[in-house]
């Protein structure tokens, strides 16, 4: 029997939320995914997920088995990733088209610094704009993306879910107290990035509020800085958050909800093979990005 589709249509859809998002990603009929996770649960003697018409989530056994199994899944792609990066002498160019942020600017090019690290011979030429890139047309080889999922003009990768955390400093919440729910936020002054609506739940629970911005910035770390001095309320991704919240500087504000993640995309050209280096690298940022966005996720936000 084979365990190992089980565990990757369970995986897909735990990542993407819907039976048909995993059944497209994977190439596979929602039917077939179905009986996929029946027959996981049936074999694991569990419910895994609670389904209804409008909305999916994981029971707390879906949590854990999704952690174990990512981890276990990573573990075994880096090690033959890493055996084919070991093994193939690369050289000539690879074009970035990234994000910036935490993401662009450390995550990927600390994974991209490792294969350069391997093979001296490649050229990089990493670019932070945020124009449109159309990848069967303009010189761009990888592109990385935070967003919604591609379209199918394009081949990629889903690298998984950015976390988000709402933030005030002190001197905020002692001016002007905290929000007791999230359509409070409308009559607090915020610090706002790209989206002009931020959405919270808990539980089957959905609120959509617009945000009053004091203070507009795409980069994450101005938004951190404005929050812990005192300018407002600030939806800030859980990475960049994290030591503010542990030495004090921020604190969370409505704890009991979950701010809705935003997905990145790894993308590439799908109009004819990609030469043999842009497949390795490729290859190697998708698995150690993975990586990277699990491990930046603080537990102390749970």
């Known amino acids: 029997m084979d365990h190992l589709s089980e565990i990757q249509a369970f995986l897909a859809i735990a990542d993407l939320g819907s039976f048909t998002k ?17 027959r996981l649960e049936d074999r694991l003697g569990v419910m895994l997920m609670h389904r209804t018409t409008r909305s999916l989530t994981l029971t707390p056994e879906g949590e854990q088995f999704r952690s174990g199994c990512r981890q276990g899944i990573q573990h075994l792609e880096q090690a033959e990733a890493s055996l084919k990066l070991m093994s193939t002498r690369l050289s000539g160019p690879v074009r970035i088209n990234s994000v910036g942020g935490v993401f662009g600017e450390t995550f990927l090019s600390k994974a991209l610094a490792e294969v350069v690290s391997e093979h001296p011979e490649l050229t990089v030429r990493l670019n932070y704009s945020s124009s449109l890139i159309d990848l069967n047309r303009d010189p761009v080889d990888l592109v990385l993306r935070i967003g919604k999922e591609p379209g199918h003009q394009v081949a990629s990768a889903h690298l998984g879910e950015i976390q988000h955390v709402l933030c005030a400093s002190p001197k905020f919440v002692n001016l002007n107290g ?9 009559q607090f002054r915020t610090i706002t990035g790209t989206p002009k609506t ?15 911005s004091c203070w507009h910035s795409p ?16 939806r800030l991704l859980t990475a960049v958050a994290q030591e503010s919240l542990i030495e004090g500087r921020l604190l969370r504000v409505l704890p009991d909800w979950q701010v809705e993640p935003t997905q990145l995309w790894l993308l590439w050209s799908s109009q004819g093979d990609l030469p ?13 990005l993975i990586n990277l966005i699990s491990d930046s996720r603080w537990d102390g936000l749970a």
């Open 178 to 186: 905290f929000p007791q729910t999230p359509k409070d936020l409308e």
């Open 219 to 234: 980069s994450s770390q101005a938004q951190r800085i404005a929050s812990e001095q005192g300018l407002g309320i600030a």
């Open 198 to 212: 931020w959405e919270l739940t808990r539980g089957q629970e959905i609120q959509v509020v617009a945000p009053k």
């Open 276 to 288: 043999k280096r842009i497949q390795m690298v490729r290859d190697h940022l998708r698995l150690r």
């Open 22 to 38: 995993a059944a497209d990603h994977l190439s596979l009929s929602r039917s077939r995914i179905s009986q996929l996770i029946s």
